[in-house]
């Protein structure tokens, strides 16, 4: 079935500073979408994207359809930004989306 | 704003008990989502719908039923809980395909004792 590899599982920032999470699909995604699990246990939308970058303040995501990625920056961590993150694509035929495994970003002072 | 409200956000069962979950959306989406989350597993999909009425199997349907009485309303249903299927449960609507986003409710943490 579609797989969905998510990088890196595990990541530690110093606040100031930035990284990328990003996600690999075996297959061509029509869409995908980054959420952020935050302490309360909810899921925040951050982006949906069917093609191109998207740009919210200090995050910023792209994805490639063809090259079968997505890929999302944080820069200029804050200590609010840590929690799991994962994304999730769209497949190209139907109406399922397969999540990667999250990422979890700790952000320190 | 999109609105997908789980009930109830905490649930304590004893195994061999029934579980409903219940997710209500005012979205007017068509399709509704029920996943489970658990610690390197990201969400797995355990059971979608197209429309009231309709009900389909996702990846890990086994041990869970569904129900779509209405276009906002979608139940999970444990017939027989085992301490198995303790985890966050998440509901979802949306429309993929139709250049939407998908909205989740906050979660339900059910523990199977």
């Known amino acids: 079935g579609d797989q969905v590899e998510q990088s890196p599982s595990a990541l530690s920032l110093h606040e100031g500073t930035g990284s990328a999470l990003r996600c690999n699909f075996t297959?061509?995604?029509?869409?995908v979408q980054w959420f952020r699990k935050n302490s309360r246990g909810s899921l925040i939308n951050l982006f949906y994207l069917a093609s191109g970058t998207k740009e919210n303040g200090r995050l910023k995501s792209a994805f490639d359809s063809k090259e079968r990625y997505s890929t999302l920056h944080i820069r200029d961590a804050q200590l609010e930004d840590s929690g799991t993150y994962f994304c999730?694509?769209?497949?190209?035929?139907?109406?399922?989306?397969?999540f990667g495994t999250g990422t979890s970003l700790l952000v320190d002072p | 704003e999109a609105a997908v409200t789980q009930s109830p956000r905490n649930k304590v069962a004893v195994t061999g008990g029934k579980v409903t979950l219940s997710c209500n959306q005012t979205?007017?989406?068509?399709?509704m989502y029920w996943y489970r989350q658990d610690t390197g597993h990201g969400l797995r999909l355990i059971h979608y719908s197209y429309g009231a009425g309709s009900t389909e199997k996702g990846d890990i349907p086994d041990g869970y039923k569904a129900s779509r009485p209405s276009q906002e309303n979608f139940s999970l249903i444990l017939e027989l809980a085992t301490p198995s299927q303790t985890s966050v449960y998440f509901c979802a609507s949306g429309d993929p395909g139709q250049g939407a986003e998908v909205f989740f409710g906050k979660g339900t943490r059910l523990t199977v004792v």
């Open positions: 979205n007017n989406h068509n399709n």
């Open positions: 999730a694509a769209e497949a190209s035929m139907g109406y399922k989306l397969t």
């Open positions: 297959t061509t995604m029509r869409a």
